[in-house]
């Protein structure tokens, strides 16, 4: 995206224009801040990753695929979405972070209570889920408070901001509901409310997958798409984008409520919106790409992935939705399609986000201001080219498999490949960014975790982060 060489102003000039002109980079906390989130969240990735493969053969105890889940969902997609929201919420608002402070409590707070989580629901300690379930609230709610209070220093709110805004609403009731949920193994406290552990749980998924997270994803695509593809909404794009804005999240809402209290009118009125948002997305998201005037790269060719699922979902999910959005074999849509939507959607369109988020911040702080002064690689030279192609080709041919071998019946012993190329992917795609944090950022990713103990983030043996070389 970026000019190799400084003194090429041409170059520079056509790769800048891939940043909104509302961007303020001057505006984001330290890269401290996201990266220790993202890295935490990869590890949370390669651990579902290995949960989810060993689960389905009964190598763990407990309610295996239950943490295989809340590792994925929790730990490596909501870890990343905090972190990316945290840096970018300030940049694209033109504001400052409310507290550098919150945003560092806030991840330990829910990481260390996800891993108590995960290995109580192991371990089967459910008198320990409470206090754990507790833990992970308070982090979420210091994330809520603390990117709310800072997306108020902005207004009017553009369509991005918006879509956080309404995430952020969805976080704080579904973390009270995950609360409940979890004082639930050991208290009667269920017993005094007018649903049972099963609508509970149900609204819960609802609210986290369809609310806080996919929310959160069309808003970030919306100004994302326009930065990777250098292409602007045209003809059908703009009813389409109304259909999803305002028809989405009410959808969202009024299904989990049908959920919670067993109403079939509410919940079929609810799935219907949820699926003509998430269709109108992917349209939207497939012109666009269709569209695009810069060079395909890791990015674009995950996306290409998200809007093809996003499309094949909502087609599949439609006439299941219509007979049956109460039945808990249909939580996440079709299920035939909910690889589709946690792997296809989800996963990808993180693991493409990824490939520029953690490239993007590392250059800003150590190349930006060399522009003029001396050769800059361009973003996508940060990491490599080869391992992305590999994580990209693994990770293509573990999702085709999981999406066709219960709809079709497949032996067992084709999921377990599709698993296993999986957290192939995985891993190959995490050892690829930990290069590119190791070899253009911090001198290792210790100091970021842990800063105190290296002292300020970027300081080591070598040269400070923004200092020229």
């Known amino acids: 995206m970026f000019a190799r060489k400084a003194t090429d102003d041409e170059s520079v000039v056509t790769s800048m224009a891939a940043i909104p002109a509302n961007v303020e980079t001057d505006k984001q906390p330290p890269m401290s801040v996201p990266f220790r989130h993202f890295v935490v969240g990869l590890a949370f990735l390669l651990g579902g990753g290995l949960v989810g493969l060993l689960a389905p053969f009964g190598a763990l105890p407990g309610q295996a695929m239950l943490v295989h889940l809340h ?83 902005s207004r009017p709110w553009d369509v991005t901001e918006r879509h956080f805004a309404v995430a952020l609403g969805f976080v704080l009731v579904l973390t009270v509901f995950g609360l409940l949920l979890a004082l639930g193994y050991t208290h009667p406290i269920l017993a005094r409310l007018p649903f049972d552990r099963t609508d509970l749980r149900t609204a819960h998924a609802t609210l986290a997958v369809f609310g806080a997270v996919l929310t959160t994803v069309f808003g970030a695509l919306y100004q994302l798409g326009t930065m990777f593809t250098q292409s602007d909404l ?11 804005e305002i028809g989405y999240p009410v959808g969202v809402v009024v299904l989990a409520t049908g959920r919670l209290f067993e109403s079939s009118t509410m919940a079929h009125i609810g799935a219907l919106l949820v699926v003509a948002g998430l269709f109108a997305f992917g349209i939207i998201l497939a012109r666009r790409l269709t569209g695009a005037t810069v060079e395909w790269n890791p990015m674009l060719r995950r996306y290409a992935v998200v809007a093809a699922s996003m499309i094949a979902w909502a087609s ?49 702080h150590r190349y930006s201001d060399m522009l003029g002064l001396a050769d800059v690689p361009m973003i996508d030279d940060l990491y490599d080219d080869r391992l992305a192609t590999v994580d990209f080709v693994a990770l293509l041919l573990g999702f085709a498999l999981l999406v066709v071998a219960e709809p079709l019946s497949l032996p067992r012993a084709v999921t377990a490949l599709g698993g296993t190329l999986s957290l192939v992917g ?41 200092a020229p070389e």
């Open 71 to 153: 590792l994925l969902l929790a730990g490596w997609v909501c870890i990343t979405i905090m972190g990316a929201m945290t840096q970018f919420v300030p940049v694209w608002s033109g504001t400052t972070l409310h507290s550098e402070r919150l945003s560092a409590l806030q991840l330990w707070l829910v990481t260390a209570g996800l891993f108590g989580f995960a290995t109580s629901l192991l371990l089967g300690l459910y008198e320990l889920l409470p206090v754990f379930g507790g833990t992970m609230l308070a982090g979420f709610w210091m994330f809520v408070y603390n990117v709310g209070r800072t997306l108020l220093g």
């Open 234 to 244: 045209r003809g059908i794009d703009m009813p389409l984008k109304r259909v999803e």
């Open 316 to 364: 599949l999910t439609v006439p299941v939705w219509i007979a049956d959005p109460l039945s808990s074999e249909s939580l996440f849509g079709a299920p035939s399609a909910m690889y589709l939507l946690l792997f296809g959607v989800i996963g990808f369109v993180v693991l493409g986000t990824l490939y520029h988020i953690v490239p993007f911040i590392i250059w800003v």
């Open 426 to 466: 995985f891993v190959v795609f995490v050892g690829n960014i930990v290069m590119v944090i190791r070899n253009h950022g911090p001198s290792s990713v210790s100091s970021i975790l842990l800063p105190q103990v290296s002292g300020q983030v970027g300081d080591s043996d070598e040269q400070p982060l923004d």
